[in-house]
């Protein structure tokens, strides 16, 4: 199976692993290949990453899809009608926007957003905001405009805030006291209730410590609260189905560095035990390309030897000593890159074995520089859309 193969198929294809790995730059690589290949394509980020926008020739990245200028294509040598958007997910905002879809009314909606008791747990509710974010996702994904979704992660840490937030909104709906008091603000009205239990020692406490105000508010919060619970609840079950569809695949992007691979093997666990499917493993700057270096291609032991060297002097003018240890520079720099692809071949070997569950490897080498533009990502996708991509070869 190719990379081609596994991304054709799908809907959603979302990008995670440690930090700094490079996630954001293959997400926006492979939703690039998929634009290329006709496929109205979105990359989605959840980073405020300029970088990313300035690659795609952005002016900026916020909330608002936007089309990647033809001209920008066209200038990278790239066919100018291929459909490719960019957004950033909006982490910033509150429950509000859940509120607002679903509670129809619009009195509803006023009176629990202004409800101090609801503006606390709109933040403290754990995960809310990743929550909001993991909801747009859904919506666009029902929208149906794209025909592929790449998400881009924060780090393991932020992601599987991220991948488990609708669970974790669940779980709160579903606790025994959100119960409790939900069932009392069904039967009677929680405010009769406290008010007839009022010589109970708990709202007794509770009134003396925090005053009236706060027993109003988690009266008025819970009894507007209950006619909402269905609808968060039925969009959390949504959007977690959703991670676990068909049409969705996951690619682990990791560097080769045994630290890093330690925190892949955790996450790829962790994907595993959530029953995410985890498709592919991208090892990005897994090798070093030694052919790159300068005079590489030549023959450097030869070119080393004593009566080479002394024959080019004298042809070329050029200063014997210099030329002997800038000779020696480059075989020591030779020496150490490959040595770091000996290592990182050995990382990545006893990888395969460890994540087991990702059917498809995929190695990118280092590059000399950064990847901050269409040419850098379009050289990306020459490693990961290969038919040897899955062999992973370092060129020594
Ligand atoms: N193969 C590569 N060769 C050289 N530079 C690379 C390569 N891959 C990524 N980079 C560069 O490494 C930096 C980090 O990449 P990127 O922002 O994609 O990582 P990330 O995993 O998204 O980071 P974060 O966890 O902070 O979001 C960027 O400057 C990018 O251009
Ligand atoms: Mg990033």
Not at 93 to 104: F, M
Not at 230 to 259: C, H, Q, Y
Not at 269 to 292: C, H, S, T, W
Request: glycine fraction near 6%; hydrophobic fraction near 40%; charged fraction near 25%.
């Amino acid at each position: 199976m190719t990379l081609e193969e596994i991304i054709s198929s799908r809907k959603l294809l979302i990008c995670v692993g440690s930090g700094g790995v490079g996630k954001t730059t293959t997400s926006a690589a492979i939703a690039l290949h998929a634009a290329l290949s006709g496929r109205r394509t979105l990359v989605l980020t959840i980073d405020p990453a300029r970088r990313l926008a300035t690659a795609l020739g952005l002016s900026q990245l916020d909330n608002e899809e936007r089309r990647v200028p033809p001209e920008h294509l066209q200038k990278a040598g790239l066919p100018a009608d291929a459909e490719l958007y960019a957004a950033m997910l909006d982490t910033g905002r509150s429950l509000d926007a859940l509120l607002s879809r679903v509670a129809k009314d619009e009195a509803l909606q006023k009176r629990i957003s202004e409800n101090n008791i609801y503006k606390q747990l709109s933040h403290a509710i754990a995960g809310s905001q990743e929550y909001v974010a993991m909801e747009r996702l859904y919506d666009i994904m029902e929208e149906g405009r794209y025909e592929l979704v790449v998400l881009d992660t924060p780090p393991t840490k932020n992601a599987l805030d991220f991948l488990t937030a609708p669970n974790r909104l669940v779980s709160f709906l579903d606790e025994t006291v959100v119960q409790w008091f939900l069932k009392q603000a069904e039967s009677n009205g929680l405010g009769g209730f406290i008010i007839q239990k009022s010589g109970n020692l708990v709202f007794k406490l509770l009134g003396v410590l925090t005053g009236g105000d706060f027993i109003k508010d988690l009266i008025d919060f819970f009894q507007a609260f209950k006619y909402l619970y269905i609808g968060f609840r039925d969009r959390a079950d949504k959007v977690n189905k959703l991670l676990r569809e068909e049409d969705t695949v996951f690619f682990l992007i990791t560097s080769p560095e045994a630290n890093v691979l330690d925190e892949a093997a955790f996450f790829h666990d962790k994907l595993l035990e959530f029953g995410m499917p985890l498709k592919a493993l991208v090892v990005n700057r897994a090798y070093q390309i030694i052919k790159d270096c300068p005079l590489c291609s030549e023959d450097v032991e030869t070119l080393m030897r004593q009566d080479t060297i002394r024959q080019i002097s004298s042809q070329s003018g050029a200063d014997e000593k210099l030329m002997k240890s800038t000779l020696e520079k480059l075989l020591n720099l030779r020496r150490v890159a490959k040595q770091f692809n000996e290592n990182t071949r050995k990382n990545i070997d006893s990888l395969k074995n460890r994540l087991h569950k990702a059917e498809f490897m995929a190695c990118i080498p280092l590059f000399s520089e950064e990847v901050y533009d269409l040419e850098g990502l379009a050289r990306m996708n020459s490693y990961l859309f290969t038919s040897s991509a899955g062999e992973c070869k370092a060129t020594v």
